[in-house]
T-cell receptor, first 109, second 111 residues
Framework: RKEVEQDPGPFNVPEGATVAFNCTYS??????FFWYRQDCRKEPKLLMS???SGNEDGRFTAQLNRASQYISLLIRDSKLSDSATYLC??????????FGAGTRLTVKP | DGGITQSPKYLFRKEGQNVTLSCEQN?????MYWYRQDPGQGLRLIYY???????QKGDIAEGYSVSREKKESFPLTVTSAQKNPTAFYLC??????????FGSGTRLTVV
């Protein structure tokens, strides 16, 4: 079983749609969680950290469910520029970061 | 501006050749990491270092070597023992808490 699992997609959505990604992790002792965005042939960039209470940054909302061991990312009012691969990252212990393979999103006009 | 610089952006290696990928950061971060990314796969950890003059093997260290003589620098050598080195290599750093900052990556191809 993979440590961090994501649906690879692709998710193809029209502009303005709301789209949600889930990510499950296997290590219940994991300490911190992040969503990264990666554009084609570029490095990943931190999109947002995920806190137990959930957090929102503009059109993006991240949530953590420790009991079920998953995190989610919700994107509202999708823009063309949101097209990218979204990586789920779990800090298992002492900065032992585990990456999901990513979920590819394409937002179409 | 603070950040991580990787060089070169593209690198071509002949069979049996060792090559070294550079990673420099001016963020004053203690921890540095090397990851490899293959198409359709998550990032896999090659080596990491949490302090100068100390480093640890990651999940796929075979065929690679590193050094950490300065806080700012964490070069990765891909040796001839690495049989499938073609990949996108990413260097990252973080201040022991919080998310990573990544360099722009080196794309290595065997010719």
């Amino acid at each position: 079983r993979k440590e961090v699992e994501q649906d690879p997609g692709p998710f193809n959505v029209p502009e303005g749609a709301t789209v949600a990604f889930n990510c499950t992790y296997s290590n219940s002792a994991s300490q911190s969680f992040f969503w990264y965005r990666q554009d084609c042939r570029k490095e990943p960039k931190l999109l947002m950290s995920v806190y137990s209470s959930g957090n929102e940054d503009g059109r993006f909302t991240a949530q953590l469910n420790r009991a079920s061991q998953y995190i989610s990312l919700l994107i509202r009012d999708s823009k063309l520029s949101d097209s990218a691969t979204y990586l789920c990252v779990v800090n298992e212990n002492n900065n032992d970061m585990r990456f999901g393979a990513g979920t590819r999103l394409t937002v179409k006009p | 501006d603070g950040g991580i610089t990787q060089s070169p952006k593209y690198l071509f290696r002949k069979e049996g050749q060792n090559v070294t990928l550079s990673c420099e950061q001016n963020l004053n971060h203690d921890a540095m990491y090397w990851y490899r990314q293959d198409p359709g796969q998550g990032l896999r950890l090659i080596y990491y270092s949490q302090i100068v003059n100390d480093f640890q093997k990651g999940d796929i260290a075979e065929g690679y070597s590193v050094s950490r003589e300065k806080k700012e620098s964490f070069p990765l050598t891909v040796t001839s023992a690495q049989k499938n080195p073609t990949a996108f290599y990413l260097c990252a750093s973080n201040p022991l808490e919080g998310g990573y900052t990544f360099g722009s990556g080196t794309r290595l191809t065997v010719v």
